[in-house]
């Protein structure tokens, strides 16, 4: 029988009192990544071999009486698309399959210089093209509460790994919802900070502008430890925020109530266009958050609509510069002999090394930006996207924090999506806006909805003011017990 995973701040607690080793808990959550694996196919590469060696090593650590950091032993899942020392790295695609990086992100770093023992690399949508899970070179990831459907994406095989309680944290990117969104199919919290609070240094890049480390956890005690963690300047990253000093544990502190706090629906993606499921789970929070004392109105974001558009091509756009380093002249993986010329191999390797949904983002974005078609496409969606953070900017001047659902439905049976893209796009509606403002945000689990499916109900907050959400999350934490966030059964 596979004992479950207890939060992060808890293993840390135990392993530095010695009540347990690390050792002991990175061969639980081992042991459990295999049965999920079997089951699920949350990851690409289980690094056993590496995670123990590195529990070895801190055990001795801790009995020789030195400070390891504040998450000690805690097991740690990570998408394949962030750099990893020494364990490979394919941001789950045919080109980079082979990929080992000889260097580590930095958010890496700062939790393994904490004390976490990173044990995975999570399954993905390829280069985080997908909200779903299944445009993955090593196979599609499947929802741990009905293995028929998609777990959500494109970190989906790192929502998979926290629910199933592989491990207490993971973290994803989160290019337009990709963390908050499977984050809400599985029923856990999933959160993406403004954009330069977490360093970008060793994530392979797919739309820079939009691209944000975001973790998944279950606890908001467990997200301010990470955060804490990992915030901060970087200086080998030029979009790192210079000045930025992480507060969340304090945030923490100050979770007692919502005396004051003033909540706006935004109407134009709260109401037509949602499941019943998702409007029933999106009024018993609403509820919830009055009964705490909080203060909810509706607030107008005019532009919200076109938020879709807009992201869609910068998002390409970017996508198609980023991805052209890909060619199977240096580290990417060649097609072809010798015998070809170098254009050939170009095309074959990018052509059998790139699958369908990148081939079509990629295709999207280099259209949007040729001549003749720039002013039309790319330089438009630039003009919304300065619209819609207008419309947050005159929202947040009567709100403190503005909520909608993370998505209009639950999650969906596989291929139901995959020959009509964009109905897929589509559901990116309540979560692209974040990116494209470069917001933070979180989605917060909410109960059931159809099929008896979780839900998640999405806040954002103004720029720098993330620790707000982690302070509500605590607050909703509290009033329905840490358990809030159930385990899915495996």
């Not at 029988?1 to 081992?30: C, G, N, P």
């Not at 973290?171 to 954009?195: C, E, M, W």
């Not at 947050?392 to 999650?411: C, H, I, Q, V």
Request: charged share 20%.
């Amino acid at each position: 029988m596979l004992l479950d995973m207890k939060f992060a701040y808890q293993i840390a607690e135990e392993v530095r009192a010695q009540t347990t080793s690390a050792e002991a808990v990175v061969q639980t959550a081992l042991a459990r990544a295999g049965v999920v694996q079997q089951n699920l196919n949350a990851f690409v590469t289980i690094a056993t071999e590496e995670a123990l060696k590195w529990a070895r090593a801190l055990d001795a650590r801790i009995r020789a009486g030195e400070d390891v950091g504040v998450l000690a032993g805690v097991p740690v899942v990570v998408k394949d698309n962030i750099c990893t020392k020494d364990i490979r790295a394919t941001a789950g695609s045919k080109i980079l399959s082979e990929f080992v990086p000889p260097y580590s992100a930095t958010v890496v770093q700062r939790l393994e210089q904490a004390g976490a023992i990173v044990i995975a690399k999570a399954n993905l949508d390829e280069f985080g093209m997908g909200g779903s899970n299944e445009n993955s070179a090593f196979g599609p990831t499947l929802n741990p509460w009905d293995s028929s459907r998609v777990p959500g994406g494109s970190s989906g095989g790192s929502a998979v790994a926290v629910a199933t309680g592989v491990a207490p944290l993971a973290l994803g990117t989160d290019t337009g919802g990709s963390v908050r969104q499977p984050a809400g199919f599985n029923g856990i919290i999933g959160f993406k900070p403004t954009y330069g609070r977490l360093s970008r240094y060793g994530v392979i890049a797919f739309a820079s502008s939009l691209d944000q480390v975001g973790v998944l956890c279950r606890s908001s005690r467990d997200l301010a430890l990470a955060m804490d963690v990992m915030a901060g300047h970087d200086a080998m990253d030029a979009t790192s925020l210079a000045t930025d000093k992480p507060m969340f544990g304090a945030a923490l502190k100050q979770a007692t109530d919502l005396r004051g706090l003033r909540i706006g629906l935004i109407s134009e993606l709260s109401e037509q266009g949602n499941s019943p499921g998702v409007l029933a789970a999106l009024k018993r929070t609403v509820d919830k958050l009055t009964t705490l004392g909080a203060s909810v109105g509706e607030v107008s974001l005019p532009h919200a609509p076109y938020g879709i558009a807009s992201y869609y091509l910068v998002a390409t756009a970017e996508a198609s510069s980023n991805l052209a380093r890909y060619d199977g002249m240096i580290y990417s993986e060649r097609s072809g002999d010798n015998g070809l010329g170098q254009l050939e191999v170009m095309m074959r390797s990018r052509g059998e090394g790139f699958g369908p949904e990148v081939r079509r983002r990629v295709l999207m974005g280099s259209y949007a930006l040729s001549a003749g078609y720039y002013d039309a496409y790319y330089g438009k969606a630039l003009k919304v996207r300065r619209l819609i953070a207008n419309d947050f900017a005159r929202a947040f001047e009567n709100f403190d924090l503005l909520m909608t659902p993370t998505s209009p439905g639950t999650a969906y049976p596989l291929g139901e999506k995959s020959a009509d893209p964009l109905s897929m796009y589509l559901d990116d509606v309540d979560t692209v806006l974040a990116n494209l403002v470069g917001l933070g945000a979180i989605s917060v689990p909410a109960g059931k909805a159809e099929n008896e499916l979780p839900c998640g109900v999405q806040f954002s907050a103004p720029v720098l003011q993330d620790e707000r959400l982690v302070k509500l999350t605590a607050v909703l934490e509290a009033h329905d017990g840490e358990a809030f966030a159930p385990l899915a059964p495996l």
